[in-house]
């Protein structure tokens, strides 16, 4: 009995113990001038998650900081493992923060968001059908390379993390090409949480103008379908209306370079090497939301803070209608049967809507002895503006009914087992008559970008041919969850597509030549052997005045139509099976 006595007095003091933790956040204690260091942040949530059941605490993965991924998930249910996240029924948010640890604001309105709902017995009732999962801090590595100044234009925090990881990556370009540890475990995440809506928060540069918010919505034509219009029909206008009536005006993120605003500008256009483009891949409706460098750090995170909980709102209140959406629209895709993978800015179908900014001018530097861009904050103005966030397609695709790609390709095959792709391996060597992708033209960037020379304006020419595969060698139907990730990575004239990523480099390059000395009696034999290339050869002699110059390259077209040059050369190794 007193043995009893004794321990329930424990369980009382420890419980009081737990109760008595103090959740206030450096934030909140700073008046909203700082914001925790990693350490902090992690330290923050354990002891959230040691008090409440329904707040958990998970590792997934590494970073390449050495430090493991955190994921926070708050489920009513009580404490939550990563297999009942993926079969839970549950309306499925994910918010990411610090993918640029200098634009922290996310980080502390996670913080304040995650504790007041649990904290709350209404706010918990309110939110019991949603699985609200938060990565604190994404970008550890630049988390923990902590300074005052790299963040020139930013108006606090007092101290904050750099925008390159422990490798010096920018996060927000590495969700496709996957050099980073934090990519990889990132998509472990998603996939396990497979979220409805995804919201990644930063803080903008550019412009100046009245609002300390905006939304950066995945581009809605991009996004597609059903989709897309209840993208821009409804959560939009949703989100827009529900700040506004918490006093918070919004605008769509200002994307403005160099000049004003009030000239009007066209939607950031966020391919899949961004948060939103990767998200969007798998039906997911994305948002960035960027506050404004120049607004106090303290406003900034509190108008995050009523975005995120209008996000959730719309989600709690939509949940059957965004799940039927996301649930039907592999099916709709596959119907369609082409898909759009290049696209411009529509600049006859502008979205006209009233934009608060200030009136901006150029007047002369006082440092440089040019002029110098000038916002007169006491110039206020309300002004429509042209919007151009309408775009159309420049480039489809016929969706092929499945890829074949040789097993050699590894760092590819990582990156589709990563993003939960299904494939089967070829049982037998077999030879299949596939379209193949010869590379016919691309450029490449002049100086390294994100550790890459990427190239852009791909252009290839297809054909019909009869291939050699391998036993092992993997075939990948398209009609699954990820047909768009395999169409935007697969597709070399896709923006973000693998060979413009750099990951088919070498078959840009020969591996076999020839000895003009030696070649030029095979030449011979072979133009006498075949009349209509050699008519072609005279031909072409007659009309291209560089060719008709030079022996080298006359010799190494003959060797070109001949058998001993070699297949792989500007050969794309993803081959289609189209029906
Ligand atoms: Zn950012």
Not at 63 to 81: A, C, E, M, R
Not at 430 to 435: A, C, H, K, Q, S
Request: contains cysteine.
């Amino acid at each position: 009995m007193k043995k009893l006595l004794i321990l329930s007095l424990l369980i009382v003091v420890s419980c009081n113990q737990k109760k008595e933790t103090d959740f206030t956040t450096l934030f909140e204690k700073s008046e909203g001038t700082e914001t925790p260091t990693y350490k902090e942040v992690t330290s923050y949530y354990k002891d959230l998650s040691d008090s409440y059941s329904e707040i958990s605490m998970l590792e997934f993965g590494k970073t390449d900081s050495g430090n493991p991924l955190h994921l926070i998930v708050f489920n009513t249910d009580g404490k939550t493992n990563k297999n009942e996240i993926k079969t839970s029924k549950k309306n499925r948010i994910l918010i990411n923060n610090g993918i640029h640890p200098g634009e922290s604001d996310g980080i502390d309105a996670s913080m304040l968001l995650l504790r007041n709902i649990v904290q709350s017995d209404s706010l918990k009732k309110v939110y019991k059908n949603s699985l609200i999962c938060v990565i604190p801090v994404y970008n550890i590595g630049g988390a923990l390379n902590r300074n005052s100044h790299t963040r020139a234009n930013q108006n606090g925090p007092k101290e904050y993390g750099f925008r390159g990881n422990a490798r010096n990556f920018d996060l927000n370009r590495d969700f496709i090409k996957q050099d980073t540890k934090n990519a990889q475990s990132f998509s472990e995440i998603f996939h396990a949480v497979n979220p409805d809506v995804f919201i990644d928060n930063h803080v903008s540069n550019g412009a100046d103008y009245q609002y300390a918010i905006t939304h950066l919505f995945t581009q809605h034509n991009k996004f597609g379908g059903d989709l897309g219009t209840y993208l821009e029909n409804e959560i939009r206008p949703y989100l827009e209306n529900s700040l506004n009536k918490k006093g918070i005006a919004i605008t769509p993120y200002v994307n403005v370079w160099g000049t004003t605003p009030d000239k009007g500008w066209s939607q950031f256009m966020d391919s899949p090497r961004y948060s939103t483009g990767y998200t969007t891949l798998f039906n997911t409706f994305g948002m960035m939301v960027e506050t404004h460098m120049l607004k106090p750090y303290k406003i900034r995170v509190e108008q995050t803070y009523e975005l995120l909980f209008s996000m959730l709102d719309f989600t709690e209140e939509n949940s059957t209608k965004i799940k039927d959406l996301r649930a039907k629209a592999v099916e709709k895709i596959v119907e369609n049967k082409t898909y759009p993978i290049q696209f411009a800015v529509n600049r006859d179908n502008p979205t006209k809507f009233n934009f608060k900014g200030y009136e901006g001018s150029y007047i002369d530097s006082k440092v440089t002895n040019g002029k110098r861009l000038f916002y007169d904050k006491t110039k206020p103005f309300e002004k429509e503006v042209n919007y151009f966030n309408n775009f159309i397609t420049t480039k489809e695709v016929t969706i092929p009914k499945a890829y074949l790609i040789p097993q050699g390709w590894c760092k590819v095959i990582d990156r589709l087992q990563n993003n939960n792709i299904e494939f089967t391996r070829l049982k037998n060597d077999t030879i299949i008559t596939v379209e193949v992708q010869h590379i016919k033209s691309f450029k490449t960037v002049s100086n390294p970008f994100e550790g890459h020379y990427l190239h852009y304006n791909t252009e290839i020419e297809s054909s019909l041919e009869e291939i050699q595969f391998l036993e092992g060698d993997y075939l990948i139907p398209t009609n699954q969850n990820g047909i768009r990730y395999l169409l935007e990575t697969l597709e070399a004239e896709a923006v973000d597509s693998f060979f413009n990523w750099n990951f088919f480099d070498t078959i840009l390059q020969r591996k076999e030549g020839f000895s003009p000395y030696v070649f030029e009696d095979k030449a011979e034999d072979f133009l006498s052997k075949n009349p209509l290339i050699k008519a072609e050869f005279e031909a072409k002699i007659k009309t291209d005045t560089t060719f008709a110059k030079s022996s080298v390259m006359q010799l190494n077209w003959i060797y070109m139509q001949t058998p001993h040059y070699e297949p792989a050369h500007m050969r794309l190794p993803v081959f289609k099976i189209q029906k």
